[in-house]
């Protein structure tokens, strides 16, 4: 409904008055339209726009709403509704229609016709009638809207079927315009059509054929598709197993234990492979070990500072003493250590597939560190 | 100081322009005042802070050490020395508690007006500091700068609103909103105001692209963060946050709570005044407590992780150099250790490492009994106790499963500035600390 209020709202309010209210507008244009005002449009386009309106509704529901407004365009001109009261809600529209059906369903769909066809010289009735061929069916059927609806979408056609629509129902629904014609005025009886017939054939056929010549493409499409996937996943294992591994080692010799002095932290190996090699005194023992350069806290790369002696991470300031344990900031835990071991040809040994934390006492183990 | 003429030299010809905007921007406010003719005063007032403004600003452009304007050493050495992280806490809460107090004071607009010119002539005077400059020019914080003056202005428009409805509703009128609220159309009122809000706002990213272009590093490597390594700048309160907690509580269970907090709010909030229109009268609790999340919890720690966090994540004064070096004594411990150490001057208990899975657990939570008896009473036994205390009127209304919701959200939020309070003053690192489960609190 809001359709034909809009319309009668760009008519008459919206050019002089520009700063109303939404909610002013709207009760600016209901009243007018209630009092016949005289800027408002012929009182027949009120029904008309509310056909119109109700076939630009949704999809399954379309066909079915407007054909219950169909009859509803006639029964609003019919003086039983006060024409110049207040304007008919769809619910009252649709109420109307259905008693006014079901008083004529005894009768057949024959007396419902006229009725449609009295409505028929009005342009907007005319349009309505587009759908009017399945005005008389609901008269049988249920009376709620969601049953209406199921209905629809069933596709089942309840209901006696009127004499025009005998033919319409035999036909494919594919010739609504060729039955749009006649729909209007009284129907002459029809001569013997044999192009239908034809047509119809000619349809189903070319239908036929782009179903065939649709289904193959898509058989192809989908096939092809499915090999060049096939490939896809096949390549695609194939680069999880690369030629060549541009990671470093995960084993690495760091240098004759000489190369690291007491208390000395070597951090040359941290770009490369992410350690440092410590000579240190770890609970009254010297060992050299080797820290992963990975953050307790977060994950960020620790920094060792050497004039403070202490590792410190630059993201939230964690810092950790020369043996790796942290003693500032948010890390909850000590620096990991990597395996290190003395190789065959006296060179240590870092082994990187390996780790030990001291919070869970693997710092005892003897792969953890060598005796310096 | 070679470096600091050359410095200034530099930075001569946008203070220049920087002073001269301000000259310009209080010349057309005076102009206005005038011309409304109530306010003669704080027009002529005006008009002689441009007049100093352009002074300030042809001495800025002379670019010599001697002439152009800032701070003098000493108040900076001042401001080096007090600040720190509790004085900046401590500071910014005093300074918001001091304008929700005042509010009718600072939302005239005089006054508002007052304290923008002030700060800006603060900013120039300090960024003829080069540290400070150094900082707040750097392409990534210009926007931030930017955002505190934006933020502080929407602040204030929405105060000053609530404040004069609350007057409004203390005579007994209605609000200002419920009486203009005139409607206008979404087609073509706003859609035509988004569209040119749309387009002017592009054309000022690409200006602003072009004159401060992104300053891009070399490329990232896992084994090498840079110092500081800062988070994009609206991450930065959550950055602040994982100083003081393990990431799995403050990286992921506390902005679920904020998310979780949020979406909870119209189940909790039981008071229906104030629904479109601004008051805090009405509202004190609800805007109180946003007002405490977001301007202090939030807001406040953005600012102290752009500007006053350095290399190392140390604090630095604003007139500070950055230096990696800066040693500070951080030291912390865990509450286990503080009890069985500290307190009964006893080793940790540990269980041997060949004892059965039960009696490690049992060590552990042994270990960890007052860091758990401790959670565990601030989160079980203070709603209860709330309830019965200062929101008895709250429990009555809400109920208990609401409140119950509300009083743990509420512990929740406490429980960051309590973290960093008990860091502060007792070095305490965690109440519970499991590293063997990575659990910390």
Redesign the interface.
Known sequence: MTHASRAGVKVSSMADRK?M???EILAAARAQKAGGGESSPPAESEPASAADNAAETTAAASSEVAAAEAPAAPAAATPAVAKGGARPSVAEIMKLARQKAAAEAPAEAAPAKPAAKAAAPKPAAAKASGDKPAAPKMAAMPRDTASILAAARAGAKPGPVSKADAPASAKPQAKPAAKEKPAGRPVPPKPTRPTPTLKKAAAEDRRGFLSVAMGSFMAVGFSALSVTGGLFSLGLARFLFPNVLAEPPSRFKVGFKEAFPTGKVETKF???Y?VWVVNSEFQGVEQIYALK?VCT??G????W?E??QKF??????S?FYKDGVN????A??PLERYAINVSDDGQLEVDKSRTFQE???QWADPASFVTA | MHSNELFLKDVAGFLGGYYAAIAIMNGIAALILWQRKHQPVWAVIWTTFACVMMVLGSLALSGSEATVPSLPESVRNLVNTLSGPVNYTVGTTVLLVGFFVYRKFFVQPMVAWSLFNVALLLMGLSMADQNFALIVMKADNVPIVGLVFLLAFFTWVATKQAVVNDERMLRGEPPIEKVND????VWPDLVYTELICMIAVTAFLLAWAILLPAPLEEPA?????????KAPWYFLGL?EM??????WYA?VVLPSLVIFGLMALPYIDFNKKGNGYYTIAERKFAYLTFQFGFLELWITLIILGTFLRG????FFGPFEYWS??K?E????VDLPQMFWIGLFDRPLPLAA?DSPWYVQIGTILLREAPGLILVGAYLVLLPPLMAVTIFRRYYAKMGLIRYMVMANLMLLMLSLPLKMILRWTVNL??IV?I??I?L?F
């Open positions: 700063k209210s939404v909610a941290v770009a490369q992410g350069t806290h977060l960020c790369t620790p920094n500072l004039a403070e410190k991470c630059p993201c939230h300031g810092g003693f500032e900031g948010p909850p835990r919070e869970l006492g | 005139e409607k206008v159309l490597s896992s084994v090498k963060t840079p110092n500081p390594s950055q994982l100083v003081y907690f393990d990431p990286g290399p190392n994540w140390n990696p070096y040693v004594v951080l030291n912390n490492a690192k965690y600390s590293p063997e990575s910390n």
